[in-house]
């Protein structure tokens, strides 16, 4: 009864995140998600865990999977900044040694996310699976929102979908895998989240947005940093410190070539309050 009404939780976030869905859309995406929840994922025999001289270890209590097709800006859908803050959320609360990450890329070429990969610190978990081993193995859903799994003990799915879709996803994750801690789920700090949808643009085009916020606390707020999921979106606040009551405005870019729908994100991090994403969605005809 719980895996049941996991499944249709799930599958709420999933038609909330992609939005105005229709019927037949919403049934397959709850079929799929039923289908793989308590699956086992399957892993080449060479992913052993053996020591330092492997670049990651699948041997975790929790191990979250997400697999990257080679369409597209590789860099900008594997959103790797958010990944990072993502994992060193986790760890502030179970240490680092409870959750795996593992990204799998089945790019020919993957020079062109070493950059990122190093400045995020990610290097060592991404599997470069070219000979797309990995794929034939547990051919993955098709549908992009629904190739990232939480798994448990024998690597079997307990959660379908990205964390990093939402701050609903974020906190089914986090509430599954401190389940069994000793850290609170109260603890979780919160973030607020807007969006914006673009609808139909073109390939290349440009476009942008204006969020107009208030800072409604008594404190002077002062913009710590601000993170993109990718190159292809950019963010910029203004002004960067921002009074009590004053309003401030969060700029957002976004451009790409490869056509399909997509989600993009920028978050803004406070000294002293609690983050802000904004969701950037759209199709690119």
């Keep these: 009864m719980r895996t049941i009404l996991m499944v249709r939780i799930i599958g709420l976030f999933l038609m909330i995140l992609i939005g105005g869905c229709e019927n037949k859309r919403e049934d397959n995406y709850q079929?799929?998600?039923?289908?793989?929840?308590?699956?086992?994922?399957?892993?080449?025999?060479?992913?052993?865990?053996?020591?330092?001289?492997?670049?990651?270890?699948?041997?975790?209590?929790?191990?979250?999977?997400?697999?990257?097709?080679?369409?597209?800006?590789?860099?900008?859908?594997?959103?790797?900044?958010?990944?990072?803050?993502?994992?060193?959320?986790?760890?502030?609360?179970?240490?680092?040694?409870?959750?795996?990450?593992?990204?799998?890329?089945?790019?020919?070429?993957?020079?062109?996310?070493?950059?990122?990969?190093l400045k995020t610190n990610l290097a060592q978990n991404l599997y470069h699976d070219k000979e797309g081993v990995m794929n034939r193995l547990n051919t993955f859903p098709k549908q992009k929102e629904l190739q990232t799994f939480l798994l448990g003990k024998n690597h079997?799915?307990?959660?379908?979908?990205?964390?990093?879709?939402?701050?609903?996803?974020?906190?089914?994750?986090?509430?599954?895998?401190?389940?069994?801690?000793?850290?609170?789920?109260?603890?979780?700090?919160?973030?607020?989240?807007?969006?914006?949808?673009?609808?139909?643009?073109?390939?290349?085009?440009?476009?942008?947005?204006?969020?107009?916020?208030?800072?409604?606390?008594?404190?002077?707020?002062?913009?710590?940093?601000?993170?993109t999921s990718c190159e292809c979106t950019f963010g910029t606040v203004i002004p960067e410190k921002i009074p009590p009551h004053s309003v401030y405005r969060v700029e957002t870019t976004f451009r790409d070539t490869v056509a399909g729908s997509f989600l993009r994100s920028v978050t803004v991090y406070f000294d002293n309050r609690p983050e802000i994403r904004f969701e950037l969605t759209g199709v690119i005809k």
């Design 31 to 117: 079929r799929i998600v039923m289908e793989w929840q308590s699956r086992e994922i399957l892993f080449p025999d060479s992913m052993t865990c053996v020591g330092d001289s492997v670049p990651f270890c699948i041997d975790k209590e929790f191990m979250i999977v997400a697999y990257y097709d080679s369409l597209g800006c590789a860099g900008c859908r594997m959103k790797l900044s958010n990944w990072r803050e993502f994992k060193n959320k986790v760890d502030s609360f179970v240490g680092p040694d409870k959750v795996g990450l593992l990204l799998i890329s089945d790019r020919e070429d993957v020079l062109d996310l070493n950059d990122a990969l």
């Design 156 to 227: 079997t799915v307990l959660i379908v979908g990205s964390p990093l879709m939402s701050a609903k996803m974020e906190k089914l994750y986090l509430d599954r895998i401190m389940a069994d801690s000793s850290a609170s789920v109260g603890e979780v700090k919160e973030y607020e989240e807007y969006g914006h949808d673009f609808g139909s643009i073109m390939p290349d085009e440009e476009v942008s947005h204006i969020f107009e916020m208030k800072n409604e606390s008594p404190d002077t707020l002062k913009v710590s940093k601000v993170l």
